[in-house]
């Protein structure tokens, strides 16, 4: 008699496509991934290495050509990713904005001086 073998998913064969941190190359565990949203054709997932402390906001597509993901290093947390979420998005306006104060003047001074 032959050993079970595991069905494969869509979902999970995304995850293997991302399975391990690109900056330190270990490995994700399943309680390092957590699900922002998803979509019966993509899924958005926050992927936090236990190594390194690093994390990677990963978008997994799911279509009838198979299954391709496309990830982001971050050091935000799924608590922030959450928060940075709901808030306003960043404009033309802002980048400009920023982009002359950075010239102008030191940054992280001028960015001090704000909060």
């Known amino acids: 008699m032959r050993g079970r073998t595991q069905r494969s998913t869509p979902l999970g064969d995304g995850l293997k496509l991302i399975s391990r941190c690109p900056l330190c190359k270990a490995s994700y565990g399943p309680l390092g991934t957590q699900v922002l949203s998803e979509r019966a054709d993509a899924h958005l997932l926050h992927l936090s290495c236990r190594k390194c402390a690093n994390a990677v906001l990963a978008l997994i597509f799911v279509s009838n050509a198979g299954v391709s993901s496309v990830g982001l290093v971050t050091d935000c947390s799924y608590d922030d990713v959450v928060r940075f979420r709901g808030g306003a998005e960043v404009t033309i306006d802002d980048a400009l904005d920023f982009h002359a104060l950075a010239e102008k003047e030191d940054?992280?001074?001028?960015?001090?001086?704000q909060s």
């Open 107 to 113: 940054i992280i001074v001028a960015l001090q001086k």
